[in-house]
């Protein structure tokens, strides 16, 4: 029972998780809450999400309780819940779209080979092999994050 009760404590509407977004983001931003105290937290809320939504059983246990209602989609606690179908068309065994698929992988391993090319450049200068062209150094596009890694 104290799963469900902490579960359910968690804010379940849009305009509560939003509510519930704000007010910590602005009790970071004025001091009254250490981002780095809650980010595990946050972290350990990711992974359980994860881990309970991608769970085969879970699943089937839920599209057989939608179903026995002889429904595809049901509503609980202000939520709807639906089966939906996933998945992709194979497009395999049609000889055009196999063609095209093999003139992509080529097209990669030939930029790839030419990203390695490009890596080692350090400055400016003509490009040996297409004449007038420049080989140019790669622009280096960085920006920092955030990862929290739970023991």
């Given at each position: 029972m104290e799963t469900l009760q902490q579960i359910q404590s968690l804010p379940a509407s849009k305009a509560d998780i939003q509510l519930f977004v704000d007010t910590t983001i602005d009790r970071i931003i004025a001091g009254e809450l250490?981002?780095?105290?809650?980010?595990?937290?946050?972290?350990?809320?990711?992974?359980?999400?994860?881990?309970?939504?991608?769970?085969?059983?879970?699943?089937?246990?839920?599209i057989g309780m939608i179903e026995e209602q002889d429904?595809?989609?049901?509503?609980?606690?202000g939520a709807t819940i639906s089966i939906v179908e996933t998945g992709r068309l194979d497009y395999s065994g049609?000889?055009?779209?196999?063609?095209i698929r093999k003139e992509e992988e080529r097209c990669a391993t030939i930029r790839?080979?030419?990203?390695?090319?490009?890596?080692?450049?350090?400055?400016?200068?003509?490009?040996?092999?297409?004449?007038?062209?420049?080989?140019?150094?790669?622009?280096?596009?960085?920006?920092?994050?955030?990862?929290?890694?739970?023991?």
């Amino acid at each position: 029972m104290e799963t469900l009760q902490q579960i359910q404590s968690l804010p379940a509407s849009k305009a509560d998780i939003q509510l519930f977004v704000d007010t910590t983001i602005d009790r970071i931003i004025a001091g009254e809450l250490d981002p780095l105290q809650i980010a595990p937290f946050l972290k350990a809320m990711e992974d359980i999400v994860k881990g309970i939504r991608d769970d085969k059983d879970v699943k089937n246990i839920m599209i057989g309780m939608i179903e026995e209602q002889d429904e595809k989609k049901v509503k609980v606690n202000g939520a709807t819940i639906s089966i939906v179908e996933t998945g992709r068309l194979d497009y395999s065994g049609d000889p055009v779209w196999d063609g095209i698929r093999k003139e992509e992988e080529r097209c990669a391993t030939i930029r790839k080979q030419r990203e390695e090319v490009l890596k080692t450049v350090t400055f400016e200068f003509p490009d040996p092999v297409n004449k007038g062209m420049l080989l140019k150094p790669p622009v280096k596009n960085y920006s920092q994050t955030i990862r929290v890694n739970l023991k």
